[in-house]
């Protein structure tokens, strides 16, 4: 297994843009989890899904951002009408249940 | 809500000296805690997870504790060497999505 894979690695969209992101987890992984990291900052988190079911969304997720899991395999991160504070690295982590969490490489999204 | 501390939040040492970095977090009702380390515009390498019943976890020349009662954890490097520069990050959680710090930017220098 190559471990968690993210799509694409970069992308540079104007304002108001829709821009999706996509996250392939580990095969044998239940949960599937989004965070955002700004510079100089820890990573937040945004949602995340066991199995097919989103199982929590942060106050952070407006209703500009939605996220898909469907059939439990890959996520996509969809964020409509982009803004300039929407520039961050976009990471996605996966999990057996409640284990160790195991991140990609991220999306750096800037919003020009 | 869990807020973690994360102290020093820059560290400079010369090659082969041992370091400690701290993290503090507010919640002690975890499932367990992880370290992470991030290279400049990369995304996060899982270090140790220590679950919540343990209070130590070695990896190499890495070791991490854990005080869960008093809501702390260590991350001991021994023997640093350049190749560890780098932002190391604690986040506990588990059941829970991960809860991060600012971390710690470490630069061993040669």
């Known amino acids: 297994d190559t471990g968690v894979s993210q799509d694409p690695r970069h992308k540079i969209t104007k304002r108001g843009q829709n821009v999706t992101f996509r996250c392939d987890p580990i095969?044998?992984?239940?949960?599937l989890y989004w965070y955002r990291q700004t510079l100089g900052q820890g990573p937040e988190f945004l949602t995340y899904f066991q199995n097919e079911a989103q199982l929590e969304k942060s106050r952070l997720l407006s209703d500009r951002f939605s996220a898909e899991r469907p059939k439990g395999s890959f996520s996509t991160l969809e964020i409509q009408r982009t803004e300039q504070g929407d520039s961050a690295m976009y990471l996605c982590?996966?999990?057996?249940?409640?284990?160790?969490?195991?991140f990609g490489p991220g999306t750096r999204l800037t919003v020009t | 809500k869990q807020e973690v501390t994360q102290i020093p939040a820059a560290l400079s040492v010369p090659e082969g000296e041992n370091l400690v970095l701290n993290c503090s977090f507010t919640d002690s009702a975890i499932y367990n805690l992880q370290w992470f380390r991030q290279d400049p515009g990369k995304g996060l390498t899982s270090l140790l997870l220590i679950q919540s019943s343990q209070r130590e976890q070695t990896s190499g020349r890495l070791n991490a504790s854990l005080d869960k009662s008093s809501g702390r954890s260590t991350l001991y490097i021994a023997a640093s060497q350049p190749g560890d520069s780098a932002t190391y990050l604690c986040a506990p959680g588990g059941n829970t999505p991960l809860v991060f710090g600012k971390g710690t930017r470490l630069s061993v220098i040669a």
């Open positions: 982590a996966s999990s057996l249940m409640a284990y160790e969490q195991y």
């Open positions: 095969s044998e992984h239940n949960r």
